[in-house]
């Protein structure tokens, strides 16, 4: 198959004519693949086709058509979303490229929001009525007019009658001022006390949740909710004792999760006296079962959880070098950290290639970490926090943990090691600003990747500044983020050591992330594509993702780059003088990457996942005048 033929196939396959192959190839301007609005659903046969049903024991099978009415044009655009393939409103619109945001942007854009660009829901058949609702998430604040238009472009475009059905007293509100009919909740689910959403079994620490409390959950807990939330953390089961449907968003992460979720009615009163017990959630049934745990099933539910256990990897407390990063590789993970040692591997090849650099550094191994330990005798304290039976309840565990790092930064490192360490800075890199990095057993793990639990110390200059930035590195393992991700993941607390990358810093003009594979996409059988972000300045605005960067899809094999978003940020981060960073105002909306500095950036992600054994990367990258520079790579965490 020759090449041109090729890229018109998977051209095809994208949605594009053959005949945008020559307008594609080079620029820099994304061609409008916005979806153009679906001929109405016709008959129930078609509604059928795209819609999944949700059970709920012999009380509840609801078939339901998700729906996207995109506000951006003068002409709202009604999108029927095959929801057999798309479980989440913006799955769909991020597969569509209609939105490149995370799911807290988004939802705080999209919901409750007059300003909105999309109005998002669900077309519902109840059987029992033999009619056709439809139905928004219940916290989502609609105006009466907004609820209106909505109706009419829903109504043009399907051929039975809708009636709007409010999942809220404000929603009912509306719908009135609106002068809209409704269906009522006993009307659509018959009246009822309970109703299994989804079947389970769970053993857990009952935990009664009222608004605003959800993030204080543990994967351990039997979360029953007094209102429902727009998101949570992972819990083991979900009751909630406000009547919900099968289709809001936290019915759906129980089913992600495989988790028993249930509405039973007053649940918060009718168990109340079994808060903070270990309890049995069973909804394997038609009724809710929910009891105390005998201690057999918590033993058992103890066994399943330690099953789980991701495999951490084993720490070389003995070795005591201070290793360029040249000097390592992938195998070095046990002395220095899979951060440092695959960054070690990716130096070698930088030496090889010649397309790339590698900022000079050298590691810190755990050896370091644990004579700093003993040094302070914070093993005990260490210890008995692990041992504490308190440790599962949010808000003891972090007054602790911030005490422990507090005593890190307090602590001094042993004589012989911090000269060690700053002679070797001297010897390799000199006086310049260095980045102060985690690379601890448990990142970068191929079953746990921990982006963004542990410290990162930019432009690091004095020897004060530097001893404080270790202890900084090395006491992040024990904040509150680090620790409850390692408890979900089964993590053993016990076995985790901090090593550390000491890396020059490097003042970029731009930097970024790079997946060698699309993130929007990621079975891609029918082409290789690499996603990148970036903005001006360091990258640490990019990673944190508080505004749009600018968002590019490379397709190496037909040399073509899609814009998805240009750069939000009108601020860039540099380093300071003293020390540090400092925010820069810059103009938004600009090109950050050319064209070519595009192209060169792929092929130096492929050279980096053909050396990880063709294994999809994440890469982190950053740019300096024409020079490409790779400060990390890890590989990339597929979703399930």
Known sequence: ????????????????????????????TAPDRSPAPQAGIRNDAEFDRLARTEGGGRFLALPQLMFAIDRAASTPKLLWIDTKRYRYHLEYLQAK??????????????YSNPKRRFILGSVVRYPRLNRYGVELWEGDLVEPALLADMMRVLQAGFPASLTFKPNSDQQREAAGQ?????????????????????????????????????????????????????????????????????INHVSLLAKTWRIPNAYRADADRRWAALAGQMVLLDTRGAMVVLRMATPAE???????????????????????????LVEQDESWARRTGAKSANLGQV????????????????????????????????????????????????AWRQQELAKLRAAFLAG???????????????????????????????????????????????????????????????????????????EAAGIDHRSVRAAVLVQIGVDADSAGVMTTIDPFDEQQADETRIFIAAKRGLGIRVVEGRKIAEQLIYRPELESIQVLTRSKDDVLLHFSPGGGVEEVKIEAD?????????????????AVEEVFGNRPQDVEWLVV????????????????
Do not use: C
């Not at 789980?308 to 290793?323: E, F, H, I, K």
């Not at 050896?367 to 005990?380: E, K, L, T």
């Not at 005048?625 to 399930?640: A, P, T």
């Open 625 to 640: 005048g024409d020079r490409i520079m790779v400060v990390q790579s890890r590989d990339y965490v597929r979703g399930r």
């Open 298 to 324: 918590v033993k058992t539910a103890e066994r399943a959880k330690k099953a789980r256990a991701v495999q951490v990897a084993q720490a070389d407390t003995v070795y005591s070098g201070l290793p360029s």
């Open 178 to 246: 609106a002068k809209l009919p409704t269906i009522g909740v006993d009307e659509a689910y018959g009246s009822r006390e309970e109703l299994v959403l989804n079947h389970g079994r769970a053993v857990g620490r009952l935990v009664v949740v009222k608004e605003g409390q959800e993030d204080t959950l543990t994967p351990g807990d039997i979360a029953v909710l007094t209102t429902m939330p727009i998101r949570m953390p992972p819990v083991a089961g979900i009751v909630s004792a406000t009547f919900t449907t099968p």
């Open 1 to 28: 198959m020759t090449k041109t033929i090729a890229a018109m196939l998977a051209l095809a396959a994208l949605g594009f004519a053959a005949n945008d192959l020559s307008s594609l190839s080079g620029q820099t």
């Open 97 to 110: 490229y209609l939105t490149l945001a995370d799911s807290q942007t988004f939802n705080d854009a999209n």
């Open 412 to 486: 001094k490192i042993p004589d012989a090691d911090f000269a060690a360490i700053t002679a070797r800075r001297a010897a390799l890199l000199g006086p310049k600003g260095v980045f102060i990095r985690s690379s601890t057993n448990a990142e970068d793990l191929r079953g746990f990747n921990g982006a963004g639990l542990y410290d990162t110390v930019p432009n690091v200059v004095s020897a004060e500044d530097l001893a404080k930035a270790v202890k900084t590195v090395w006491g992040s393992i024990w904040n509150d983020r680090a620790f409850a991700a390692r």
């Open 347 to 394: 130096a070698q090849l930088a030496v090889r290639d010649g397309r790339f650099t590698v900022p000079p550094g050298f590691g810190i191994p755990f050896s370091f970490y644990d004579r700093f330990v003993a040094a302070n005798q914070f093993g005990p304290r260490i210890a008995a926090l692990l041992a504490d039976p308190r440790r599962t309840e949010p």
């Open 590 to 606: 600009r090109p950050v990457l050319s064209d070519d500095l595009v192209r060169r950036l792929g092929k130096v992600g492929r």
